[in-house]
């Protein structure tokens, strides 16, 4: 009803020091975490740097994105759990930049913290497309597979 369901960027990150204070009302919001402008608060550097920086596999910066997948990890799990999801879809500008660090560190994470009987397959990272063509494109492909439930 407030056209805010599924903003991942405002669930609570389990975060240790200081408290980051959100736009929101509340604190360690996952956004204040792994935005754009969180990375580089958290590197020091402008974003265009962090990006060269892990493309060179410079130390600090690839930390620093193993440590989004960390933030990411926990909260995508539960997630997966509460609705037994069968993929997560990822995209926006830092899983983008660093899919080759993001996708195998956050699937390993995300597996970790799964039980047995969850029905999740896979994690999809999509660059340069619209969500909304991603969400149609699944919502298809779910329609007319024949695990499907929904069909008329
Ligand atoms: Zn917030």
């Not at 754009?36 to 920086?53: F, I, M, N, T």
């Not at 999740?120 to 340069?128: A, C, D, Q, S, Y």
Request: glycine share 4%; aromatic share 8%.
């Amino acid at each position: 009803s407030n056209n805010v369901a599924g903003e991942l960027g405002h669930v609570t990150a389990m975060a240790q020091g200081a408290e980051r204070p959100c736009v929101c009302g509340k604190t360690n919001c996952l956004t204040k975490f792994i935005s754009l402008e969180a990375l580089e608060a958290d590197y020091g550097k402008p974003y265009g740097q962090l990006v060269e920086d892990v493309r060179r596999k410079e130390p600090k910066a690839v930390a620093l994105i193993e440590d989004v997948c960390a933030y990411l990890a926990p909260i995508l799990a539960n997630v997966i759990i509460l609705l037994d999801l069968d993929r997560i879809i990822l995209c926006g500008c830092t899983v983008e930049h660093f899919e080759s660090i993001i996708y195998p560190c956050l699937d390993r994470k995300i597996r970790k913290l799964l039980s047995y009987w969850v029905s999740f397959k896979r994690l999809e990272i999509h660059t340069n497309v619209k969500i909304t063509a991603i969400s149609s494109r699944f919502l298809l492909d779910y329609y007319f597979s024949t695990e499907s439930d929904i069909r008329l």
